[in-house]
Antibody, heavy 119, light 106 residues
């Protein structure tokens, strides 16, 4: 079964850091571009970051540029998001999502991990 | 940045009726447009990509149309499991989601 499972969410104080992980299974992870998307409570979806197959191309949304770092380890079938200088507005459910093999839509999503930034 | 605007914000429809959801892009995105369905407490699910191609396993009652800046998602005969929030997404230049349309039971 094709699956993405996020972990690493939790509560953190403003200014703190957190590292999210996304474990992939059921497909050849190294063949797919990957993304992080978040959803604040009661709000819509916000794309955050993209990483290509071999990490050669990386993009960020302006809202997280300079604070978040995406990375991947193809040997471990894992995607990561290092989040620094966290703010209250970063409180959200964070999803990892796979890009379709031939398009850039997102065809597989994890169930998400919740990040709460609060003092 | 390409801004995606969905309308209406909420659509009240009776089961069995047709639902038509709109998505407008601030600049042309060609056919690089996807639609997603999200139910409460669940991750989004890809319905349509390339503006009009149904994703694997998506029922034929879901159809997408449009190109450039104007797009439509049509659900031909709403089933109980279709009441959810629907998002459009452009992937022509990075990725941007619309704010969503909630389809609720009338």
């Amino acid at each position: 079964e094709v699956q993405l499972v996020e972990s690493g969410g939790g509560w953190v104080q403003p200014g703190g850091s957190l590292r999210l992980s996304c474990a992939a299974s059921g497909f050849t992870f190294s063949n797919y571009n990957m993304n992080w998307v978040r959803q604040a409570p009661g709000k819509g979806l916000e794309w955050l970051s993209y990483i290509s197959l071999a990490s050669g191309n990386i993009y960020y949304a302006d809202s997280v540029k300079g604070r978040f770092t995406i990375s991947r380890d193809n040997a471990k079938n894992s995607l990561y998001l290092q989040m620094d200088s966290l703010r209250a507005e970063d409180t959200a459910v964070y999803y990892c999502a796979r890009n379709d093999l031939h398009f850039f839509s997102m065809d597989v999503w994890g169930k998400g991990t919740t990040v709460t930034v609060s003092s | 940045e390409k801004v995606m605007t969905q309308s209406p914000a909420t659509l009240s429809v009776s089961p069995g009726e047709r639902a038509t959801l709109s998505c407008r892009a601030s600049q042309s995105v060609g056919s690089n447009l996807a639609w997603y369905q999200q139910k409460p407490g669940q991750a989004p699910r890809l319905l349509i990509y390339g503006a009009s191609t149904r994703a694997t396993g998506i029922p034929a009652r879901f159809s997408g149309s449009g190109s450039g800046t104007e797009f439509t998602l049509t659900i031909s005969s709403l089933q109980s499991e279709d009441f959810a929030v629907y998002y459009c997404q452009q992937y022509n230049n990075l990725w941007t989601f619309g704010q969503g349309t909630k389809v609720e039971i009338k």
